[in-house]
Each structure stands twice: as C-alpha cells, then as structure tokens.
C-alpha cells in the first residue's frame, strides 16, 4: 500500500494546508482520460499559469500518469519557485511517482514550522514509511494529530504505518479508530479490513470491506482483499502500491 499511497485502498493518506486545485473532481472521475485532455489544452495554453498547472497535475495523477504529472509540477515549481501550493502538489506527485527523499525535500519547502500543515505533514508521513522509516514517520503523524485531532485520513496512514512494520494488532487498533470517525472514507474501510484480513479473520474482514455498500462495490472491495490477502503468509508481500491521499483531500 505504501509504494504510491500506503493517505486509497491500502492507502496511505496524505494529504496531504489547504492545497486544492481547480480540477472538478466529479468530471475527472466520471472521464479521467477527457479531463487530462481538457487541462492539458489548457496547460498548453498558457503554461506558466500556476492554476492551469495544478489542474492538469492533478488530472495526470488521476489518470496514472505520474512520471508526466511530476515533471509538470517541477516546471510549474520552477516558474512559481515560492508557491507553496506549487511545491506540495509537486511533492505529492513525487510520492506517487516513488521518488520518496526528493517529496521530502519539496514537500519541507511547502509549509513552514512556523505554519505546519497536517496535510502535507500526513504526505511527510507517508514517504518516510515508504523508505523504511516508521519511527520518524510516525513522529509527522503525531504532529498533524496536534494539529487535526482525529483526522481519520492521519490516523489511516498510521494504521498502515504499523502494519508495515508488521505490528499488526497495533494497525488494527488505530485503524478502528480511524473508522468509528464519521470523516472515514472508503479508503479507511478497506485498509482496516486489510488488517484484520492479514491476522487470518476473512469472515470479519470481508463483513467490514461490505458493510452498507451496493452490491457491485462491495463485490469489488471483496474482491481487491482476496488479491491483497494473497500474500498472507508475508505481510510485506502482500502490499501493493498504495495510493497516497490526494493533496486536496482531507484523507
């Protein structure tokens, strides 16, 4: 979960200040390839606009590109060298694209000490579980909870966090917690049912991935722990790249 989102499925939020984009997230769902498309015509247009930039990153990574949507967020970085929703985005990418000590160094210059993001300190969180670092990671997650007491999105990619380091009744602890919280999204559902699924308990963890879906999404989340708990046997082995919260979300 944690190669390109331990903030997703087994995902690891981030979130990642208030970084938002112009993109309409409801048509870059519905049609991602389109709506790259569309910000790409508009990025084409006038690429030193900052806007048309984050538009068409954020289109980029929605689509899987993120190798493209990286190098177009360093160029927007290199023309807007201190906007700091530049640098997050940017930062962000990078994690997707599994650059995990380059994110670090952009993503320090997107907030400062002074003004901390939980945000971007959640993104922090994540690329240093991604390079092996739990405890530090877990010291960025401590922070944004100061700052954002139980945000489920934090506590989510602590959960993951845990699980990594293969303390899996840990994980399973902080992501019940993630989840009694109404903020919780689909993405806290499936990693909790993850963890439990990866202790040997299928029946309770296939409960918690359906409960309260339509029956196609719940087939599909069924469906996706069979593949996650094919690995079982290793934890570690059974984690696939995670996506990384967006940026702009509050997971």
Known sequence: MLATSLSGCLTMSDVTGSITTPTDSAKADANPRSTVESYGELYRANPKDAGAALAYGQALRANGQRAQAAAVLEQASIVHPGDKTVLAAWGRALVDNGNFQQALDVLSRAHTPENPDWRILSVQGTALDQLGRHDDARRYYASALKIEPGEPSVLSN?????????????????????????????????????????????????????????PDEA?????????????????????????????????
């Not at 380091?165 to 919280?181: G, M």
């Not at 079982?232 to 940026?247: C, I």
Request: net charge positive; proline share 7%.
């Open 158 to 214: 602590l959960g993951l966090s845990y699980m990594l380091s293969e303390d899996l009744p840990k994980a399973e602890e902080v992501l019940r917690q993630a989840y009694a919280s109404p903020r919780a999204d689909a993405r806290v559902r499936q990693n909790l049912g993850l963890v439990v699924g990866l202790q040997g308990r299928f029946a309770e963890a296939e409960t918690i991935v359906k409960a309260d879906l339509p």
């Open 219 to 251: 087939a599909a989340n069924v469906a996706y722990l069979k593949e996650m708990l094919k690995g079982k046997n290793d934890p570690r082995s059974a984690h696939r790249p995670v996506p990384v919260a967006e940026l702009n979300r509050q997971d």
